[in-house]
């Protein structure tokens, strides 16, 4: 069974940095891309920023996109969020997902972790 672990959520000030982490374990599987995602309360689940797993392309959105940097560690098959300069409304549960070869869409989630950015 494939799980992705979330790690590196908490509390922060705004203008802190925090780095999440996301592993994969369990049986390995051919990647399209690799995701963060956020929702906050009240709110639907919202894209933050992707990686292409054939070329590292990176895509983010555009209220994170100068402030957050996803990368990864391909020996280790994890997957980072450095985000820096936190802001108020970057509170939320961030979720790491990932799109397997043959999926058309992120199929593979983990349970999240929260981070909390007091203003």
């Known amino acids: 069974q494939v799980r992705l672990i979330e790690s590196g959520g908490g509390l922060a000030q705004a203008g802190d940095s925090l780095r999440l982490s996301c592993s994969a374990s369990g049986r390995t599987f051919a990647t399209v891309a690799m995701g963060w995602f956020r929702q906050a309360p009240g709110q639907e689940r919202e894209f933050v920023a992707s990686m292409r797993w054939s070329n590292g392309d990176t895509y983010y959105s555009d209220s994170v996109k100068g402030r957050f940097t996803i990368s990864r560690e391909l020996r280790k098959n994890t997957v980072y969020l450095q985000m820096n300069s936190l802001e108020f409304e970057d509170t939320a549960v961030y979720y790491c997902?990932?799109?397997?070869?043959?999926?058309?869409?992120?199929?593979?989630w983990g349970e999240g972790t929260q981070v909390t950015v007091s203003s």
């Open positions: 997902a990932a799109q397997r070869v043959g999926a058309t869409q992120y199929d593979v």
